[in-house]
């Protein structure tokens, strides 16, 4: 299979890949200067895996509080399924040169008052993600998990309108759309793999049986070939 070639340059702001992820990784917009809302409370840790070799890329929310304190992307339950979903191990998960993790905020965003994560900053897509896509030029596989990711890059693919800014559970029905719809950088749209959606899992069975198996099959060829 031929690697996809963007037609993008890199941004011009940024001379390489290294350099555009120190600037994210000392960023502390949420906490000193938020456009949205209260300020972070807690010290940023920006979280991010990537290079300019990986082909595949998984786009989720935001760190957890078990991320945070690891400072690696889906070191939690939610990790173990994933990677039980694209099949494959954890050395394989965390080997950026192959596999890129841009969640839709970098940063753990913190807890509402009833203990669940609160959403991705909205200051960070804007900022970062548009300058990151452009040093990842290999890239044949993005993973949508969760309706933050799907409703930032699914607007970018051209889609029957019952497939876009629809619910988590449209979206997904959706999914061999989106997954035809661009050939050259297949997206693969899931739920997110929380434990809060082990009822939706249940009463959704087709997309273990669909789904799932289309998603390993293309994670296991960009990983061989
Ligand atoms: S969430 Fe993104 S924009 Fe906000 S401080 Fe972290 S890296 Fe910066």
Known sequence: MK???HSLPPHPSWPSLDALV???RKCRICRDEPWYGRPLDHEPRPIVQVSGTARICIA???PGIRAHTSGRPFTDPSGVRLRQWMGIDEETFYDETRIAVLPMGFCFPGLTAGGSDLPPRR???PTWRAALFTWLPRLELLLL???HAQQWHLPQLSLPSHCIRQSVHQTVRCWREIY???TR???VVLPHPSWRNN???KKNPWFAAEVLPVLQHQVHTLLVS
Request: aromatic share 4%; net charge positive.
């Open 3 to 5: 690697n996809r070639q």
């Open 22 to 24: 120190r600037a994210v």
């Open 60 to 62: 989720g929310q935001a």
């Open 123 to 125: 200051e960070c897509a």
């Open 145 to 147: 998990v969760g309706r």
């Open 180 to 182: 035809e719809a661009d």
């Open 185 to 187: 950088l297949r997206h």
């Open 199 to 201: 009822s939706w899992l």
